[in-house]
């Protein structure tokens, strides 16, 4: 079993930034990709960025190619998404999730955090 907490949320003002952070436990977290999704209320869970086990290749979705990004400290055993440059619609549940290949597809991740708010207001 993976252990996630995520943090770091809270309430930005359009324009502004946040970094959360995806503490993992219980397993080596270097034998992991690990991704961030979200969800907005009456959406479906939506894929935001990912990044392999070394954290040398990453990918995101198109809306926040640019203004996010994500980074791996396997040391800390810790994901971040960097989220700069915030809009209203980035305003959501972010949760962080860990399986072996990386994925963009939510239903592929097994382990996933309790996910953290983030609400951007214009």
């Known amino acids: 079993q993976v252990q996630l907490v995520e943090s770091g949320g809270g309430l930005v003002q359009t324009g502004g930034s946040l970094r959360l952070s995806c503490a993992a436990s219980?397993?080596?977290?270097?034998?992991?990709?690990m991704g961030w999704f979200r969800q907005a209320p009456g959406k479906e869970r939506e894929f935001v960025a990912a990044c392999n086990r070394s954290g040398g290749s990453t990918y995101y979705a198109d809306s926040v190619k640019g203004r996010f990004t994500i980074s791996r400290d396997n040391a800390k055993n810790t994901v971040y998404l960097q989220m700069n440059s915030l809009k209203p619609e980035d305003t959501a549940v972010y949760y962080c999730?860990?399986?072996?290949?990386?994925?963009?597809?939510?239903?592929?991740?097994?382990?996933w955090g309790q996910g953290t708010q983030v609400t951007v207001s214009s």
């Open positions: 999730a860990a399986r072996t290949a990386v994925s963009t597809t939510p239903w592929h991740y097994n382990y």
């Open positions: 219980g397993r080596t977290f270097s034998n992991y990709a």
